[in-house]
DNA sequence: TCAATGACACTAA
DNA sequence: CTTAGTGCCATTG
């Protein structure tokens, strides 16, 4: 698979995701069959076009935490943003309590996490079986 | 080619 | 709850 299959795979599963619900690298890695490439869906959100309207905001760490584009950087707090328009609750990060905030928060998965074991823009894996919560 | 990097994940203490 | 350490692998200098 080469870097423009991946990320527009990563896109198409992004796309899925619905509003008000957030997933992490990780999880999008193992929906496009690469579960070790949790780095590089990253990667893919990041090259992709200021224009998109792909709801990137929806993408955390597996943590639930918002990962921190580095000091100066208004990513984390656009993204935190965002996330509270969705209507999803974002802890932390709470802006002039500590100096040289940039936003980053965190959101509760066990609420507005979305993982599915796979999605509907394509084929999909014949698997039944998984552990109850 | 080698070395360093990164919008991460997982486990242990 | 936190910090520290290890694994991961395409991309970049």
Redesign the pocket.
Known sequence: M??AE?HAAVYRVVRQIPPGKVT????I?KLVGMP????????A??Y?DPQSNLP??R?I???GQI?S??PGTS?ARR?RDELEAEGIEVTGGEVGLEGGNDGGGRVNLRTYGWFPDSVDFGEVQGDEDLEAD
């Not at 992490?24 to 999880?27: E, L, P, R, V, W």
């Not at 070790?36 to 990667?43: L, M």
């Open positions: 080469d870097a991946f992490s690298y990780g999880h890695a070790r490439h949790s780095r590089h869906v990253g990667q959100l990041k992709l990137w905001y993408v760490s597996s943590s990962s584009r580095g990513g993204q």
